[in-house]
């Protein structure tokens, strides 16, 4: 398996832009999650599906982000306005069942001028 | 509510010294413990995982850790450091019952020759 696939690697981008991230769990894996992980705050869990519903989005900042899962091959993560305290390191990662561990992609590396 | 305390940002140790990562924890209940390493442009990759029975457990690369219940702790431990693993490792908690995983803000391990 080519394990949880991210894309894109690097996104630079200028304040008020959309930014779309996108990840592609491992086939048959049941729950996917979205991190974020900055210098000052470390890792931070934003969202998680399992079985392509939301289960727990408090980790979102605000309004400007939102996550969808429309089948269990795909997700986003749109920032719409971003700004440049949205500049971190992206990760997403699936797991195949509860209590099983993550798998983690490499991240994607944001950068809001 | 969960979290998960790593109390040293940095530690450096030479190469062949014995090597304990600290790691605490807040949970109500019975907790699921992880440890994951990060090499640097990677994502995170699970080095052990305690979820109940031996309070010691193994783990890939020579690591071990001890959960203790009575402090609360997870510390990580390698009893001979290699160079390869500089990195950066973090401790995470989860409940029973649930994918959210909160982890820590990390330990940087540097290692000198």
């Known amino acids: 398996d080519a394990g949880v696939i991210q894309s894109p690697r690097h996104e630079v981008t200028e304040m008020g832009q959309e930014v779309t991230l996108r990840c592609k769990p491992i086939s048959g894996h049941n729950s996917l999650f979205w991190y974020r992980q900055t210098m000052m705050r470390g890792l931070e869990l934003l969202i998680y599906?399992?079985?392509?519903?939301?289960?727990?989005d408090s980790g979102m900042p605000e309004d400007r982000f939102s996550a969808k899962m429309p089948n269990a091959s795909f997700s986003t993560l749109k920032i719409q306005p971003s700004e440049p305290r949205d500049s971190a390191v992206y990760f997403c990662a699936s797991s195949p069942r509860q209590d099983e561990k993550l798998f983690f992609g490499s991240g994607t590396q944001l950068s809001v001028l | 509510a969960q979290s998960v305390t790593q109390p040293d940002i940095h530690i450096t140790v030479s190469e062949g010294a014995s090597l304990e990562l600290r790691c605490n924890y807040s949970y109500g209940a019975t907790p699921y413990l992880f440890w994951y390493v990060q090499s640097p442009g990677q994502g995170l990759q699970l080095l052990l995982k305690y979820f109940s029975g031996d309070t010691l457990v193994q783990g890939i690369k020579g690591f071990e850790a001890e959960f203790k219940r009575s402090q609360s702790s997870f510390n990580l431990r390698k009893p001979s450091v290699h160079w390869s693993d500089a990195a950066e490792y973090f401790c995470?908690?989860?409940?029973?019952?649930?994918?959210?995983?909160?982890f820590g803000t990390g330990t940087r391990l540097q290692v000198f020759p």
């Open positions: 599906f399992n079985n392509n519903v939301p289960i727990d």
């Open positions: 995470a908690v989860a409940g029973w019952g649930t994918d959210k995983l909160i």
